[in-house]
């Protein structure tokens, strides 16, 4: 197994079968518990939160704020209702939805030429061209945010939709170049040349044999970039105003005011969220550390 | 990772970009034909990053030797006048150029408080790093081990990653929360007395780092997991027949086999620890008085919060950005040291 492809792939691909490629020799029944104990304590600690949240989110509010623990306390749905009906929270799901979903496109096709000429060809700028998408990766959202807050306020997009997605490309075109080149990287270079020995140019090599296989890369970064997206917060709070134009990332922490703050809202809201994000997330995750470490493993 | 190992270049997408004098003539000619379908790949990447990246960069590096903020930041002040016609005269107390005023006032605690914003990203960092990478390299090598079971193990184990960060926030929050957050009132029920997590520094600090800790174990996990499942088992045999113990073969096969991995996912994890907004911004607020705050989240409460003063968080954003380019700079030269590729 080398560590040149994709990591990720391989891990996937011995756990679905349970199999790792060595026979090592039996454990003792100790030892056995011990594995199990640690790892079923260490769930127990990943799921907990989760699970704690779920379950407040189906009490009354007055259980809610009791000191008394208790899984249960006259379980209904009665809290999410109030955020779907008279919350702006469908609202902000929605704006979530737009903003993500169009940093998602645009940056996926701003970056995968990109990623393909990284992969491919040696011209120069290359290394430069990496450097800078590394480099872009370390900015801390506090040296863009001025100044792009500046020149969306010179432009009137302030409190819009478009300045947050404009906001978001300067992480995720980047990001999607760097990942994609990482799925190039996976496909056979026989298949480029077999395509130009057949007559096809580079565009048109890049167009009809590479994406169309590149699709599984393509579909997770894209779902990474939407996450992404999606559980930004910094840019959303500084840049949007009004009510009916928070992302989620914004408006959830309207439900929590320093003085009397609604968990009952948070909890259902805080599920609301989560639900999409999981099931998003867990049709991404398997190829994803692959891509990510990819860049940075091989020599 | 070979194209990280240069110094810092201009990337010359635009085939006009000036280039170094050539003595034939028709170089950069034939440079461009022979590259000009790679450069034209590149190019919208580039003119993104471009109007983006570095323009804001730029602007936001110029800001930091201005005295911009919220009252001083329109070029030209517009009054209506009679006919609804707006008659517009040039600001006259506009933002004006003032030199390394900013850093000296910063650095010299003179305005915000960096010093202790530094501390605590300092202290922030390192505990979130060092427990991610421990305790994931340790489920990690649980989870190399052959049982019943373990897909559903890794499965489960990284859920905190798919929750999106500010709901971990939140949630850790109504955990902790001093009134009847589970957690206090856990230790009230084995008899012990609950904690005011935020009224306290360290403890509101521990109560952040937990949650961070919490979310960005699996991410390592998953990455490690994958570096150990590359290292050649055969090793691990060899190791054994000739009578290495589980730590000596931990110490000089595993670790070493995860040096590439490893030192990947340190450098992003510290840099996105660095960096990590919503944990700190939610979870303590900056409670108490301030006290918990980081650099990022410093940055963001001057130039968003109270009367808006833009020029002090572009300041904060250049001095944030040089520490990281200097750590990632130590980082890699520590590494080749040791004759590692990256």
Redesign the interface.
């Known amino acids: 197994m080398a560590i040149s492809t994709i990591p990720g792939n391989e891990v996937v691909a011995d756990l679905t079968s349970d199999r790792p490629p060595k026979q090592r020799r039996e454990r003792s029944v100790l030892a056995s518990v011990l594995l199990h104990g640690t790892l079923l304590v260490a769930v127990l600690i990943a799921l907990f939160p989760v699970i704690w949240v779920l379950l407040s989110s189906l009490k009354p509010a007055y259980a809610i704020q009791s000191t008394h623990i208790e899984l249960f306390n006259h379980p209904s749905l009665d809290n999410y209702r109030h955020v779907l009906f008279d919350t702006s929270f469908p609202r902000w799901f929605l704006n979530s939805v737009v903003v993500a979903a169009f940093t998602m496109l645009i940056g996926i096709s701003m970056s995968a030429t990109a990623g393909y000429a990284l992969s491919r060809f040696n011209f120069p700028g290359k290394r430069g061209l990496m450097w800078v998408f590394l480099l872009t990766q370390m900015f801390p959202v506090a040296i863009l945010i001025v100044p792009i807050y500046t020149i969306m306020a010179k432009l009137n997009l302030i409190d819009t939709k478009a300045s947050l997605v404009i906001a978001y490309c300067t992480v995720a075109v980047p990001f999607c170049a760097w990942m994609m080149r990482g799925y190039f990287d996976t496909i056979p270079r026989e298949l480029d040349e077999a395509a130009s020995l057949d007559g096809l140019g580079p565009f048109g090599t890049f167009w009809r044999v590479i994406l169309p296989l590149a699709r599984p890369g393509l579909a997770v970064t894209a779902f990474y970039t939407f996450l992404t997206a999606w559980g930004e917060v910094a840019y959303a709070i500084a840049f949007l105003q009004t009510d009916k134009n928070l992302t989620l990332g914004a408006g959830l922490q309207q439900f929590v005011p320093r003085y009397n703050p609604q968990w009952d809202l948070l909890t259902a809201g805080a599920v609301l969220i989560t639900i999409p994000a999981g099931v998003v997330f867990f049709f991404a995750q398997r190829h994803l550390v692959g891509g990510l470490t990819a860049g940075g493993t091989k020599g | ?6 110094t ?6 635009d085939p006009d970009a000036p ?1 170094p004098p050539t003595r034939e003539p028709g170089r950069l000619r034939r ?1 461009f034909d022979r ?1 000009w ?6 190019l ?3 003119v ?2 471009g109007a ?2 570095l ?3 730029v ?2 590096i110029y ?1 930091s030797f201005t005295d ?1 903020n919220e009252s001083n ?1 329109r070029d030209t002040i517009c009054t209506k006048t009679l006919g609804g016609g707006t008659e517009c005269k040039p600001n006259p107390d506009k933002a004006k150029f003032v030199g390394l005023k900013n850093y000296t006032d910063v650095l010299s605690g003179e305005r915000g408080r960096f010093w202790l914003q530094f501390e605590n990203t300092i202290v922030w960092t390192i505990a979130c790093v060092f427990f991610h990478f421990t305790i994931g390299l340790g ?1 990690a090598i ?7 079971g ?2 559903l ?16 926030a ?6 902790f ?1 001093p ?2 957050g ?1 957690i ?3 230790l ?2 084995v008899g012990l007395n609950g904690v005011e997590w935020f009224n306290h520094r360290w403890t509101a600090m521990f109560a952040a780092v937990v949650t961070n800790v ?1 979310l960005g ?3 390592m996990m ?2 490690l ?3 150990l ?2 290292i050649n ?1 055969d090793l ?2 060899a190791a054994s027949i000739d009578g290495a113990s589980p730590w000596q073969q931990f110490r000089n096969i595993t670790l070493p086999g995860l040096r ?2 490893s ?3 340190i ?2 994890g510290t ?1 996105w620890t ?2 990590m ?2 944990i700190i ?2 979870v303590t607020g900056g409670q108490p008085a301030g006290q918990t705050e980081i ?2 989240t410093g ?2 409460r001057a ?2 919060e109270g009367v808006r003063n ?1 020029s002090l ?2 300041t ?3 001095l ?2 040089s520490l ?2 200097v750590y ?1 700079s130590f980082y890699r030269r520590a590494l080749r040291k040791q004759g590692e ?2």
């Open positions: 990772m070979s194209a990280t190992d240069v810092p270049a201009p990337a010359p997408s280039r440079s590259h379908y790679a450069w034209a790949m590149v919208p990447t580039v993104v990053l983006l990246v323009a804001p960069l602007q936001g800001q911009l930041q489920l649980l989870l190399n081990r052959r049982f019943r373990r897909s193990y890794r499965v489960l184990l990284i859920v905190p990653w798919a929750v999106p960060a500010f709901v971990s939140f949630s850790w929050k109504f955990l929360n009134k009847f589970l206090n009132s856990m009230e029920h919490w174990v699996p991410f998953v990455a997991l994958g570096g499942q590359s088992q691990y045999e590439p991995v030192s990947t996912v450098l992003l840099i660095f960096n907004f919503p911004y939610f650099l990022v940055a963001f130039a968003f833009y968080a572009a904060y954003g250049v944030i950005l990281l380019m990632a590729v990256f």
